[in-house]
Nanobody, 124 residues
Framework: VQLQASGGGLVQAGDSLRLSCTFS?????MGWFRQAPGKEREFVTA?????????YYSDSVKGRFTISRDNAKNTVYLQMNSLRPEDTAVYYCAAHSPVLIQSALTNPEHWHYWGQGTLVTVSS
C-alpha cells in the first residue's frame, strides 16, 4: 500500500496551497493529519470515498481548508486558504478501510495507512 503526498512548500501568511495524495488502494475514508515540531499528530480533515458530501474538519481549519477527492484518480486534495504561521507542520495523508466512524476519525491510531508527509511552512 502506497500513499504519495505532494504539494508542500514555503508560503507567506494569507497565501494558499494545495496538497495532493495519491493512493495505490481504494480506501473508504481518506484524510489529512498534521504534526508540528514538538507536538502530537493532530486531525485536520477527512472525507468518505463514496459520499463526498460527508466531510469533517477540525475547528482550527474549518472555513479555511477544503478536502476533496477524485475517485477516478484515487487522489485526495487539501486546499488550504488563508494560511497562518500556526498551520506550519508536516502534513500526512491517511487512509482507512472499511469506513471509519465519525467518532474515530480524529485518532491517528485508528487509521490503517499513512503517507510519508509533506512539509508546509507558513511565514509571518
Amino acid at each position: 500500500v502506497q500513499l504519495q503526498a505532494s504539494g508542500g512548500g514555503l508560503v507567506q501568511a494569507g497565501d494558499s496551497l494545495r496538497l495532493s495524495c495519491t493512493f495505490s488502494v481504494r480506501p473508504d475514508t481518506m484524510g489529512w493529519f498534521r504534526q508540528a515540531p514538538g507536538k502530537e499528530r493532530e486531525f485536520v480533515t477527512a472525507i468518505r470515498r463514496w459520499t463526498g458530501s460527508n466531510t469533517y474538519y477540525s475547528d482550527s481549519v474549518k472555513g479555511r481548508f477544503t478536502i476533496s477527492r477524485d475517485n477516478a484518480k484515487n487522489t485526495v486534495y487539501l486546499q488550504m486558504n488563508s494560511l497562518r504561521p500556526e498551520d506550519t507542520a508536516v502534513y500526512y495523508c491517511a487512509a482507512h478501510s472499511p469506513v471509519l466512524i465519525q467518532s474515530a476519525l480524529t485518532n491517528p491510531e485508528h487509521w490503517h495507512y499513512w503517507g510519508q508527509g509533506t512539509l508546509v511552512t507558513v511565514s509571518s
